[in-house]
């Protein structure tokens, strides 16, 4: 069973920077996408950004122009530099890949808590 691992979160100020990284225990082929979720206490688990094999992007609104969303194809890995911080981005961070095989992976999740 292929798991995904997440690390790079923490605690960090506001204004500060974090960057996540995400890779799988073994290949995973066909990838078609990789994304990011995020899930703050009492809220829904929302889609943060996501990257698809053909190069597109997309991101949610609140985090355009802070967030990047990145991977190395090469590795399986995907990455997110996460700039500006706001408190407001205080979440458990999921890492997603899809595959075009319809296989859906999940981590475990990185915590990222943004405050003074």
């Known amino acids: 069973q292929v798991q995904l691992v997440e690390s790079g979160g923490g605690l960090v100020q506001p204004g500060g920077s974090l960057r996540l990284s995400c890779e799988p225990s073994?290949?995973?082929?066909?990838?078609?996408?990789m994304a990011w979720y995020r899930q703050a206490p009492g809220k829904q688990r929302e889609l943060v950004a996501a990257?698809?094999?053909?190069?597109?992007?997309n991101y949610a609104d609140s985090v355009k122009g802070r967030f990047t969303i990145s991977r190395d194809n090469a590795k399986n890995t995907v990455y997110l530099q996460m700039n500006s911080l706001k408190p407001e981005d205080t979440a458990v961070y999921y890492c997603?890949?899809?595959?075009?095989?319809?296989?859906?992976?999940w981590g475990l999740g990185t915590q990222v808590t943004v405050s003074s």
């Open positions: 997603n890949v899809y595959s075009f095989n319809n296989d859906d992976y």
């Open positions: 990257s698809t094999s053909g190069g597109n992007t």
């Open positions: 073994e290949s995973i082929f066909a990838i078609y996408t």
